[in-house]
Nanobody
Framework: QVQLVESGGGLVQAGGSLRLSCAASGRTFSSYVMGWFRQAPGKEREFVTCISRAGGRTWYADSVKGRFTISRDNAKNTVYLQMNSLKPEDTAVYYC?????????????????WGQGTQVTVSS
């Protein structure tokens, strides 16, 4: 089992940047595919990005491609989400998730563990 704690959210103006972090407990962090999802008010949770266990492969939603970058440091049990050129439509609660089996995926039903979320608000 793994526990996930996100940090780094906040209020930023459009065009600005934020870096989210997700710290994981346990000694098997490198055995999990890690993903970021987000949920805006009144909307369903949606996939943002994910990264393979060793960090060599990534997958991005079209809406964030070229603006967001996911990375991980297995020695620090942490996954990051660098968000640049933020837009008001990026406003949401951002969740970190861990997937124990399978490969990269954008279906939240395939992720086993979730953090509590961190709020990102982008003002226009």
């Amino acid at each position: 089992q793994v526990q996930l704690v996100e940090s780094g959210g906040g209020l930023v103006q459009a065009g600005g940047s934020l870096r989210l972090s997700c710290a994981a407990s346990g000694r098997t962090f490198s055995s999990y595919v890690m993903g970021w999802f987000r949920q805006a008010p009144g909307k369903e949770r949606e996939f943002v990005t994910c990264i393979s266990r060793a960090g060599g492969r990534t997958w991005y939603a079209d809406s964030v491609k070229g603006r967001f970058t996911i990375s991980r440091d297995n020695a620090k049990n942490t996954v990051y989400l660098q968000m640049n050129s933020l837009k008001p439509e990026d406003t949401a609660v951002y969740y970190c998730a861990a997937r124990s089996s399978g490969s990269l995926g954008n279906n939240d039903q395939n992720y086993d563990y979730w953090g509590q979320g961190t709020q990102v608000t982008v003002s226009s």
